[in-house]
């Protein structure tokens, strides 16, 4: 599963410091996670199904064959959440004899015939009703929703929203739509009939056996997967879709899309058989399902998940041509997906405790898919924004990678198995060698295939390719929690000609660890790869010729840590000068921030970074730099206005532009002009923003011609002002994501926050549904990563109530809207609720 992360920004604002906290729930008493005791072992399930739009219900009936797993049993124990349970019966080659049962408590305790013997199959039916409204169990912070089966629009009354069914399994939802053993650790073949109405297409696990049209203008689908994969990995899906076909070698791989994302369908997913090739080849492990399709979901409760052949995306990942040209900010998603049919379908973590052994490799997934196709500096920004994110959260400093304590097994969906587990195995890459390495990996997957295991035989595998003991780096990174915290002095010993570095872990437990140190000598840096005792001081000597310009540590980026450093402007320029690797440049480069303007070599650094071959470190060089600086101006506008014309990758095209709207210069009226009129998104955006500086009253016209949909965070930052100043109805949905967090906002920057108030006032007083639905489905999503914090939600909520005022505001001025405002006043009232 790709978890939902809300956009960083509003986050980083909503849970700063001075306005939120998140929990800490460190001094709880916490229970021990066991993994599920297996009584019975599932063998196959078979189920037809039927929908009722109406009611948004599900008709099932269900024959589960299963025998006890190793002790004698006369009982069958299902999860069945929310459900009627019509008939209960051993199914005997299609004779049925009807069985005792007891549910209550969203358990299905069945007696059967007489006690089984290990490997004594037998199969029981089950006649039943799935009503996921009835469900109790709630989101989390990862999966916002736990219905298990989702009707979107299903009486087709929003005429902008098409009419779905899809299901969400993970963590333990698939018991909302069908009777089973609900854990990770259950594995089973399956088959499923789903009747439709025969103007939709159907979409399950494994291959469409067969399809055969019924009366009253429905279709009865059959689909069969015939390899055993776990019970939250079923899934199903209905609606309006066109297939576009794609394949690898002889496995169809095939593309659900809404239709009128057709003709882009190939610019969004066209990637993924070269993907299925390359990690096929990678591990040394052919890719071993009988398809591979992808289908996105309305309304979907994550980011997308890995149903065995079937990955659902959420609408994030549809995008059209001025997005896309920008960059398919959805293909790690893919990639990460993908994946997950070697680490999570293939070989699944036996309890969520280890969910390290499927998401983290997920995350890695996305690291060695941008590695061999964008090159290493991609790579490595990839996974240093990933891991930052994991440093910068101090909650998640004392959790373990793999853990047993969990409150909710939904909070190991988090940034510790994600985005430092994915630094993680980069690390043990790092130091067992790519060969071992990838090597361990393929041994993992045959000797576990179709099984599920949990870190400690995922030690084993590299343990036996290496011939190394790995205890000392699962024990710290694995089973123990946090990072080193580094700082680090040096001194100049003439006469031995030698500095010394002295190396200091503050964390409360020291590390062992490899560390590359650069040590500059005139002007040159050398390499050294030294071995970091778990001490809170070691020391290393290096032979040099004279006091050295500069120490550089952690010098590749690899070690997963918080690093503080001390250098000077012109330190930081020899070191971007002269790092090849991606994350010493970047650092050096932000790092100089608040000496823009005040040193000359911050500004030769940002004219360096100008000229860097990776786009986003010139971008980054872009976004630091005041054009309005007489100084800056003189010793870097002329490479800004080629980027702004010339950059081949549109995004720094459009950081040059904003670079140069600064200067509020009346000559690059045609460069925004033309810009107008790109395909880019943001090329348009930031064009837009050049018009709107200099003549404001040209901006009004052209903002509703900028896709704004799933906007970037900057693009909507940027065009936010032209939007709510020229009340710009068109885009009024759109600019949700950010209004909707205007009290945060406005804490890191009042005049950002002041216009999204605006924002939400416009949309609070106008009649539009979808602008307010936005807003309130926004909100909702967000309470789940809020922890509990009470001042957060008070100051939502709040908001929220004086929104809903100006809504009986505006029925009472408008009662001929009534039905549509009627509409509005139920979706705040409920977001409202939600909040109490």
Same mark, same amino acid.
């Given at each position: 599963?790709?978890?939902?992360?809300?956009?960083?920004?509003?986050?980083?604002?909503?849970?700063?410091?001075?306005?939120?906290?998140?929990?800490?729930?460190?001094?709880?008493?916490?229970?021990?996670?066991?993994?599920?005791?297996?009584?019975?072992?599932?063998?196959?399930?078979?189920?037809?199904?039927?929908?009722?739009?109406?009611?948004?219900?599900?008709?099932?009936?269900?024959?589960?064959?299963?025998?006890?797993?190793?002790?004698?049993?006369?009982?069958?124990?299902?999860?069945?959440?929310?459900?009627?349970?019509?008939?209960?019966?051993?199914?005997?080659?299609?004779?049925?004899?009807?069985?005792?049962?007891?549910?209550?408590?969203?358990?299905?305790?069945?007696?059967?015939?007489?006690?089984?013997?290990?490997?004594?199959?037998?199969?029981?039916?089950?006649?039943?009703?799935?009503?996921?409204?009835?469900?109790?169990?709630?989101?989390?912070?990862?999966?916002?929703?736990?219905?298990?089966?989702?009707?979107?629009?299903?009486?087709?009354?929003?005429?902008?929203?098409?009419?779905?069914?899809?299901?969400?399994?993970?963590?333990?939802?698939?018991?909302?739509?069908?009777?089973?053993?609900?854990?990770?650790?259950?594995?089973?073949?399956?088959?499923?009939?789903?009747?439709?109405?025969?103007?939709?297409?159907?979409?399950?696990?494994?291959?469409?056996?067969?399809?055969?049209?019924?009366?009253?203008?429905?279709?009865?689908?059959?689909?069969?997967?015939?390899?055993?994969?776990?019970?939250?990995?079923?899934?199903?899906?209905?609606?309006?879709?066109?297939?576009?076909?794609?394949?690898?070698?002889?496995?169809?791989?095939?593309?659900?899309?809404?239709?009128?994302?057709?003709?882009?369908?190939?610019?969004?997913?066209?990637?993924?058989?070269?993907?299925?090739?390359?990690?096929?080849?990678?591990?040394?492990?052919?890719?071993?399902?009988?398809?591979?399709?992808?289908?996105?979901?309305?309304?979907?409760?994550?980011?997308?998940?890995?149903?065995?052949?079937?990955?659902?995306?959420?609408?994030?990942?549809?995008?059209?041509?001025?997005?896309?040209?920008?960059?398919?900010?959805?293909?790690?998603?893919?990639?990460?997906?993908?994946?997950?049919?070697?680490?999570?379908?293939?070989?699944?973590?036996?309890?969520?405790?280890?969910?390290?052994?499927?998401?983290?490799?997920?995350?890695?997934?996305?690291?060695?898919?941008?590695?061999?196709?964008?090159?290493?500096?991609?790579?490595?920004?990839?996974?240093?924004?990933?891991?930052?994110?994991?440093?910068?959260?101090?909650?998640?400093?004392?959790?373990?990678?793999?853990?047993?304590?969990?409150?909710?097994?939904?909070?190991?969906?988090?940034?510790?198995?994600?985005?430092?587990?994915?630094?993680?195995?980069?690390?043990?890459?790092?130091?067992?060698?790519?060969?071992?390495?990838?090597?361990?990996?393929?041994?993992?997957?045959?000797?576990?295939?179709?099984?599920?295991?949990?870190?400690?035989?995922?030690?084993?595998?590299? !343990?036996?390719?290496?011939?190394?003991?790995?205890?000392?780096?699962?024990?710290?990174?694995?089973?123990?929690?946090?990072?080193?915290?580094?700082?680090?002095?040096?001194?100049? !010993?003439?006469?031995?000609?030698?500095?010394?570095?002295?190396?200091?872990?503050?964390?409360?437990?020291?590390?062992?660890?490899?560390?590359?140190?650069?040590?500059?000598?005139?002007?040159?840096?050398?390499?050294?790869?030294?071995?970091?005792?778990?001490?809170?001081?070691?020391?290393?000597?290096?032979?040099?010729?004279?006091?050295?310009?500069?120490?550089?540590?952690?010098?590749?980026?690899?070690?997963?840590?918080?690093?503080?450093?001390?250098?000077?402007?012109?330190?930081?320029?020899?070191?971007?000068?002269?790092?090849?690797?991606?994350?010493?440049?970047?650092?050096?480069?932000?790092?100089?921030?608040?000496?823009?303007?005040?040193?000359?070599?911050?500004?030769?650094?940002?004219?360096?970074?100008?000229?860097?071959?990776?786009?986003?470190?010139?971008?980054?060089?872009?976004?630091?730099?005041?054009?309005?600086?007489?100084?800056?101006?003189?010793?870097?506008?002329?490479?800004?206005?080629?980027?702004?014309?010339?950059?081949?990758?549109?995004?720094?095209?459009?950081?040059?532009?904003?670079?140069?709207?600064?200067?509020?210069?009346?000559?690059?009226?045609?460069?925004?002009?033309?810009?107008?009129?790109?395909?880019?998104?943001?090329?348009?955006?930031?064009?837009?923003?050049?018009?709107?500086?200099?003549?404001?009253?040209?901006?009004?016209?052209?903002?509703?011609?900028?896709?704004?949909?799933?906007?970037?965070?900057?693009?909507?930052?940027?065009?936010?002002?032209?939007?709510?100043?020229?009340?710009?109805?068109?885009?009024?949905?759109?600019?949700?994501?950010?209004?909707?967090?205007?009290?945060?906002?406005?804490?890191?920057?009042?005049?950002?926050?002041?216009?999204?108030?605006?924002?939400?006032?416009?949309?609070?007083?106008?009649?539009?549904?979808?602008?307010?639905?936005?807003?309130?489905?926004?909100?909702?999503?967000?309470?789940?990563?809020?922890?509990?914090?009470?001042?957060?939600?008070?100051?939502?909520?709040?908001?929220?109530?004086?929104?809903?005022?100006?809504?009986?505001?505006?029925?009472?001025?408008?009662?001929?809207?009534?039905?549509?405002?009627?509409?509005?006043?139920?979706?705040?009232?409920?977001?409202?609720?939600?909040?109490?």
């Amino acid at each position: 599963m790709k978890k939902v992360i809300l956009s960083i920004a509003v986050l980083g604002m909503l849970f700063s410091g001075s306005v939120a906290a998140q929990t800490d729930t460190s001094g709880r008493e916490k229970v021990y996670r066991a993994t599920h005791t297996k009584v019975t072992e599932l063998k196959h399930t078979k189920l037809k199904v039927n929908f009722d739009y109406q009611k948004e219900q599900m008709n099932g009936e269900e024959w589960l064959t299963a025998s006890p797993y190793f002790y004698p049993t006369n009982e069958l124990t299902l999860d069945a959440k929310g459900m009627l349970v019509h008939e209960v019966a051993l199914d005997n080659n299609g004779k049925r004899s009807p069985l005792k049962y007891e549910y209550k408590n969203d358990v299905l305790t069945i007696n059967l015939d007489k006690t089984y013997q290990k490997n004594q199959d037998y199969t029981v039916y089950i006649k039943y009703t799935s009503r996921p409204s009835e469900v109790k169990q709630a989101g989390s912070m990862a999966i916002n929703d736990a219905k298990g089966l989702y009707f979107i629009n299903a009486q087709g009354k929003d005429p902008d929203k098409p009419t779905q069914i899809w299901t969400q399994g993970e963590t333990e939802s698939s018991s909302a739509w069908f009777p089973t053993i609900d854990k990770p650790n259950q594995k089973t073949t399956q088959e499923i009939y789903m009747t439709v109405p025969d103007k939709y297409v159907t979409l399950s696990n494994g291959i469409m056996k067969d399809s055969q049209k019924e009366s009253n203008g429905l279709r009865t689908d059959h689909w069969v997967m015939d390899k055993r994969h776990s019970t939250y990995l079923f899934f199903m899906g209905v609606g309006e879709y066109a297939v576009v076909k794609d394949k690898w070698k002889n496995v169809p791989v095939d593309y659900y899309v809404e239709k009128e994302y057709e003709p882009y369908a190939k610019q969004i997913y066209g990637n993924t058989p070269e993907m299925i090739d390359f990690f096929s080849k990678k591990m040394g492990y052919d890719y071993p399902w009988a398809k591979y399709a992808q289908i996105s979901g309305r309304d979907y409760v994550s980011g997308a998940m890995e149903n065995t052949t079937a990955t659902l995306h959420g609408n994030g990942v549809l995008q059209k041509p001025g997005q896309l040209i920008d960059e398919n900010k959805w293909e790690d998603t893919i990639a990460h997906e993908l994946f997950h049919h070697w680490f999570g379908d293939l070989v699944t973590a036996e309890s969520w405790s280890n969910l390290t052994v499927n998401e983290s490799f997920a995350n890695y997934s996305e690291y060695l898919w941008n590695e061999y196709k964008y090159g290493k500096d991609q790579a490595d920004y990839h996974q240093m924004t990933d891991v930052d994110m994991y440093i910068h959260s101090p909650a998640d400093f004392k959790k373990n990678l793999v853990r047993f304590n969990y409150e909710s097994r939904e909070d190991v969906f988090d940034l510790v198995t994600y985005q430092k587990g994915g630094g993680i195995l980069h690390m043990l890459r790092n130091y067992l060698g790519d060969d071992a390495f990838f090597a361990g990996m393929n041994d993992y997957l045959k000797a576990n295939e179709y099984q599920n295991a949990e870190a400690h035989q995922l030690r084993l595998s590299f !343990e036996k390719v290496s011939g190394k003991d790995l205890n000392w780096f699962f024990n710290q990174w694995y089973f123990g929690s946090g990072n080193p915290k580094l700082n680090y002095t040096y001194t100049f !010993e003439p006469v031995k000609k030698q500095v010394t570095v002295n190396i200091n872990q503050s964390q409360e437990l020291p590390f062992e660890f490899p560390l590359a140190i650069d040590v500059y000598d005139s002007g040159k840096p050398k390499r050294y790869n030294v071995w970091v005792n778990a001490e809170a001081k070691n020391t290393f000597n290096f032979d040099v010729s004279k006091n050295p310009d500069l120490v550089n540590i952690n010098a590749d980026g690899i070690l997963v840590s918080d690093i503080t450093d001390t250098k000077t402007p012109e330190q930081y320029l020899l070191q971007f000068i002269n790092s090849k690797e991606l994350k010493s440049r970047y650092s050096a480069l932000t790092a100089i921030k608040d000496q823009v303007g005040k040193n000359p070599a911050a500004t030769k650094l940002l004219g360096a970074a100008l000229k860097d071959p990776y786009f986003r470190v010139r971008m980054k060089a872009l976004e630091l730099m005041d054009l309005s600086n007489s100084d800056q101006s003189k010793a870097l506008i002329s490479d800004v206005e080629k980027l702004a014309v010339n950059d081949p990758k549109t995004l720094v095209q459009a950081a040059a532009i904003t670079a140069l709207t600064k200067t509020k210069d009346k000559k690059y009226l045609p460069i925004f002009e033309k810009g107008i009129n790109a395909v880019s998104n943001s090329v348009k955006g930031s064009s837009l923003g050049g018009l709107a500086a200099i003549d404001p009253s040209r901006a009004a016209g052209l903002a509703d011609k900028i896709d704004l949909e799933n906007a970037s965070d900057d693009l909507l930052t940027l065009l936010l002002p032209v939007v709510v100043k020229n009340k710009v109805t068109s885009q009024m949905a759109n600019i949700a994501p950010l209004v909707a967090f205007y009290p945060f906002i406005k804490f890191q920057n009042p005049e950002l926050g002041k216009t999204a108030e605006e924002g939400y006032n416009w949309i609070m007083t106008s009649d539009n549904l979808k602008a307010t639905e936005s807003i309130t489905k926004l909100l909702v999503q967000a309470k789940s990563q809020m922890g509990d914090n009470p001042q957060v939600k008070m100051m939502i909520s709040q908001m929220l109530k004086d929104g809903l005022n100006k809504k009986m505001d505006l029925l009472k001025q408008n009662p001929q809207n009534a039905a549509s405002i009627n509409l509005q006043i139920d979706a705040i009232n409920k977001a409202i609720e939600s909040f109490k």
